[in-house]
């Protein structure tokens, strides 16, 4: 997952999660507000209608510890209009009278005895049952317990008054997500974005390409892009340097290499007879020629790569420079075994450096021939597409492993299956450098029958 959806994944579900205990406890207070308020009202209510029917007692069955059935009914007739849903029972909890008129008079009512138990000890007591409160309170005479009375009353308010509650918080809630989802998108987006610059600056420093990143403020990120551009321009320059000292001591080993190369040279003509003086000196002729070859291609690389190498870019007939290139390169596919087929269009001109251009083919045959096995064929074909001309050469040889395809460019770089065959890994640096600087490329591709197709292209010079 991106940094940006993490970021809005967590914002919304922390939203939620507050969201859900906020809701829960918004109902939770409303209820036992409502619940509260019902007590405090019943208890009222109570009171009044105790003082009502102790009194209605006292005048009508005088002394005696019994509420009658009659008074109970009467008192019923008149609190029932203001009340609503009353009942009265005796001290053993018979029914006397109710307000409503299906109740059986006469018999307990065991549905909501613990509250009557609990009036009959002196105390109120209540119980919610079905979105209905039984409120049960004692009354009393003459310090003495005659009877309870027991309110009944719907909460169907109540629970309207939640579901209304639960409702508007339900719309909330989905107004407010996705309110918040467009918050979350833009604060995340305006976040990541210099993060995801950064990432691409680094991408781009993995690459060589060190272009800085520009963000702009005092936070975290902008210090770290400055430090990222300092850390570049450091990196440059080192580069550099190393690239000056290879170039330096490169040239500094070219002038006493040449005399070596140029002695042993002589020396091999001049060694007579003597068998084992003969290959001593054979050896050093072929090793300090190979010696001045690479100090030679490291010095051509780091003068193009420090932009000190000068181009002598003419118009030139660039199929008569591969025909005669491959002319030259003959007898060397000969030694090898190797035989080359070109089909060249004739007369297809570009503008370059002739020397260098020669060298970018000469590199690209001498790989063909070098990594072919004997017996096999080299093919070149060149061609005009559009504006460009095209140098294909394909080999039948070892090929280059998939996962090397991209480094072979780099320099001194050398697949693992070429290390039996002697090379430095420059020439197609330098190759590389060269095409580029006549705005053209190279690349490389794997045979459809094994081997190596190289793939040449510059732009025509009509
Ligand atoms: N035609 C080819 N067939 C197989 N491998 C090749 C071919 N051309 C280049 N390569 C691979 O690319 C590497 C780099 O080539 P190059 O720069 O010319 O260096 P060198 O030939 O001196 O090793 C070689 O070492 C080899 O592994
Ligand atoms: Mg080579």
Same mark, same amino acid.
């Given at each position: 997952?991106?940094?940006?959806?993490?970021?809005?994944?967590?914002?919304?579900?922390?939203?939620?999660?507050?969201?859900?205990?906020?809701?829960?406890?918004?109902?939770?207070?409303?209820?036992?507000?409502?619940?509260?308020?019902?007590?405090?009202?019943?208890?009222?209510?109570?009171?009044?209608?105790?003082?009502?029917?102790?009194?209605?007692?006292?005048?009508?069955?005088?002394?005696?510890?019994?509420?009658?059935?009659?008074?109970?009914?009467?008192?019923?007739?008149?609190?029932?209009?203001?009340?609503?849903?009353?009942?009265?029972?005796?001290?053993?909890?018979?029914?006397?009278?109710?307000?409503?008129?299906?109740?059986?008079?006469?018999?307990?009512?065991?549905?909501?005895?613990?509250?009557?138990?609990?009036?009959?000890?002196?105390?109120?007591?209540?119980?919610?049952?079905?979105?209905?409160?039984?409120?049960?309170?004692?009354?009393?005479?003459?310090?003495?317990?005659?009877?309870?009375?027991?309110?009944?009353?719907?909460?169907?308010?109540?629970?309207?008054?939640?579901?209304?509650?639960?409702?508007?918080?339900?719309?909330?809630?989905?107004?407010?997500?996705?309110?918040?989802?467009?918050?979350?998108?833009?604060?995340?987006?305006?976040?990541?974005?210099?993060?995801? =610059?950064?990432?691409?600056?680094?991408?781009?420093?993995?690459?060589? /390409?060190? +272009?800085? !990143?520009?963000? %702009? #403020?005092?936070? &975290?990120?902008?210090?770290?892009?400055?430090?990222?551009?300092?850390?570049?321009?450091?990196?440059?320059?080192?580069?550099?340097?190393?690239?000056?000292?290879?170039?330096?001591?490169?040239?500094?080993?070219?002038?006493?290499?040449?005399?070596?190369?140029?002695?042993?040279?002589?020396?091999?003509?001049?060694?007579?007879?003597?068998?084992?003086?003969?290959?001593?000196?054979?050896?050093?002729?072929?090793?300090?020629?190979?010696?001045?070859?690479?100090?030679?291609?490291?010095?051509?690389?780091?003068?193009?790569?420090?932009?000190?190498?000068?181009?002598?870019?003419?118009?030139?007939?660039?199929?008569?420079?591969?025909?005669?290139?491959?002319?030259?390169?003959?007898? =060397?596919?000969?030694?090898?075994?190797?035989?080359?087929?070109?089909? /060249?269009? +004739?007369? !297809?001109?570009? %503008? #370059?450096?002739? &020397?260098?251009?020669?060298?970018?083919?000469?590199?690209?045959?001498?790989?063909?021939?070098?990594?072919?096995?004997?017996?096999?064929?080299?093919?070149?074909?060149?061609?005009?597409?559009?504006?460009?001309?095209?140098?294909?050469?394909?080999?039948?040889?070892?090929?280059?492993?998939?996962?090397?395809?991209?480094?072979?460019?780099?320099?001194?770089?050398?697949?693992?299956?070429?290390?039996?065959?002697?090379?430095?890994?420059?020439?197609?640096?330098?190759?590389?450098?060269?095409?580029?600087?006549?705005?053209?490329?190279?690349?490389?591709?794997?045979?459809?029958?094994?081997?190596?197709?190289?793939?040449?292209?510059?732009?025509?010079?009509?």
């Amino acid at each position: 997952m991106k940094l940006k959806e993490k970021l809005i994944v967590y914002y919304l579900s922390a939203a939620f999660v507050i969201l859900f205990f906020v809701g829960l406890f918004t109902l939770n207070s409303i209820k036992n507000l409502g619940i509260n308020t019902i007590e405090q009202q019943l208890t009222g209510q109570s009171s009044l209608a105790e003082l009502y029917i102790t009194q209605l007692h006292a005048i009508q069955n005088e002394n005696s510890d019994d509420l009658s059935a009659e008074t109970s009914k009467f008192v019923i007739g008149k609190l029932g209009l203001v009340f609503g849903n009353i009942r009265i029972y005796d001290k053993d909890f018979k029914l006397l009278a109710s307000s409503k008129a299906n109740t059986s008079l006469g018999i307990s009512d065991t549905q909501n005895r613990e509250i009557l138990e609990a009036a009959s000890n002196g105390s109120y007591a209540y119980i919610v049952r079905n979105s209905t409160a039984y409120f049960a309170s004692p009354i009393t005479f003459k310090d003495s317990i005659i009877g309870i009375l027991e309110i009944i009353y719907p909460m169907s308010f109540l629970q309207g008054l939640i579901n209304g509650v639960s409702n508007i918080l339900l719309i909330g809630t989905f107004i407010f997500a996705i309110l918040l989802a467009l918050i979350s998108i833009f604060i995340a987006s305006r976040l990541t974005k210099p993060i995801n =610059r950064l990432a691409k600056a680094a991408d781009n420093y993995a690459n060589r /390409i060190f +272009s800085p !990143v520009e963000i %702009k #403020g005092s936070d &975290e990120i902008a210090q770290l892009s400055r430090s990222f551009n300092e850390m570049g321009i450091q990196l440059q320059e080192y580069i550099l340097r190393q690239k000056q000292f290879v170039s330096n001591v490169s040239h500094e080993l070219r002038t006493p290499l040449t005399a070596i190369k140029g002695y042993s040279e002589l020396l091999y003509e001049e060694v007579g007879d003597r068998p084992d003086l003969k290959k001593a000196v054979f050896h050093l002729k072929n090793e300090s020629d190979r010696l001045y070859k690479l100090v030679n291609e490291v010095l051509t690389l780091s003068r193009i790569e420090t932009g000190r190498e000068e181009f002598n870019m003419n118009r030139l007939n660039f199929s008569d420079l591969v025909n005669d290139t491959v002319d030259k390169m003959l007898i =060397r596919a000969q030694n090898n075994g190797v035989k080359i087929t070109s089909d /060249i269009e +004739s007369d !297809v001109y570009v %503008k #370059g450096d002739k &020397e260098k251009l020669v060298q970018v083919v000469v590199n690209l045959i001498d790989n063909a021939v070098k990594y072919s096995p004997s017996k096999s064929v080299v093919r070149l074909n060149l061609f005009k597409e559009s504006n460009e001309v095209i140098l294909m050469i394909s080999d039948q040889g070892i090929g280059i492993p998939e996962k090397e395809m991209s480094k072979v460019f780099d320099r001194f770089y050398r697949a693992e299956n070429a290390q039996r065959i002697p090379g430095t890994g420059l020439g197609l640096s330098i190759a590389k450098h060269i095409v580029e600087a006549h705005n053209g490329s190279i690349r490389l591709t794997a045979g459809i029958e094994g081997g190596t197709t190289a793939i040449l292209s510059l732009p025509i010079d009509s």
